[in-house]
Structures are given as C-alpha cells and as structure tokens.
C-alpha cells in the first residue's frame, strides 16, 4: 500500500506560481512512475504530467508544455509540480498518482495508476 499526500495548492491571479508537493510512504518511490493530475467539476480527470525517474523521462499534457513542470526526489520520496504562468482554465483539483508498473513512457491514462492521493485544489483567477 502506498500513501500520497499533496500539498501547495492554493488560490493565484492568473500568470502566477504555485508548487505542488506529494509526499509518498513507499521507499520503492523511485522505482515507480508517478503522475500529476487534474479535475475541474464537471469535467473528466485529465494527465497533466508524469515522470520515470529511473529513465528519466517525462511526459506533459500539451496544455501545459513550457509552463510546467514536473520532478521528484527520491532521497525524499517526494513528487513536485512547478506551475507557471497559470491561467483560469488551469483551476482543478489536483492529484498525485503511481503507476506501480512503472510504464516506458511514462503514461498519462488515469486508469494505469493505481495509487492517488486526496488532491489539493489549484484555483487561478483572471
């Protein structure tokens, strides 16, 4: 059983900042491939960004290719989202995934993950 718990979520004028952490409790963290995603109400959950550390390959939503950016630290079990020049469309609830199967790409199909944390909610306003 693994355990993420997202944090740095927040409310931002549109072209702000926000970082996303998720804290994971697997010390096989970097083994994994984990993923960022989002879901606004009314709408379906959406891969933004994923990551195989081991590989070193990332994968990114195109809606969010050259404002975002996703890393983790492995020392800390830890996934990161750096959000930049934000814009409204980017409010959602966000949550931090693991593929346990650890895909080459890494995938954004929600359905190949199979850990999530709670989310943590982005708002952007214009």
């Known amino acids: 059983q693994v355990q993420l718990v997202e944090s740095g979520g927040g409310s931002v004028q549109a072209g702000g900042s926000l970082r996303l952490s998720c804290a994971a409790s697997a010390y096989t963290f970097s083994t994994y491939s984990m993923g960022w995603f989002r879901q606004a109400p009314g709408k379906e959950r959406e891969g933004v960004a994923s990551?195989?550390?081991?590989?070193?390959?990332?994968t990114y939503a195109d809606s969010v290719k050259g404002r975002f950016t996703i890393s983790q630290d492995n020392a800390k079990s830890t996934l990161y989202l750096q959000m930049n020049s934000l814009k409204p469309e980017d409010t959602a609830m966000y949550f931090c995934?693991?593929?346990?199967?650890?895909?080459?790409?890494?995938?954004?199909?929600?359905?190949?993950?199979?850990?999530w944390g709670q989310g943590t909610q982005v708002t952007v306003s214009s």
């Open positions: 990551i195989n550390s081991y590989w070193g390959k990332t």
């Open positions: 995934a693991a593929d346990i199967a650890a895909r080459y790409p890494p995938s954004l199909l929600h359905n190949q993950y199979t850990y």
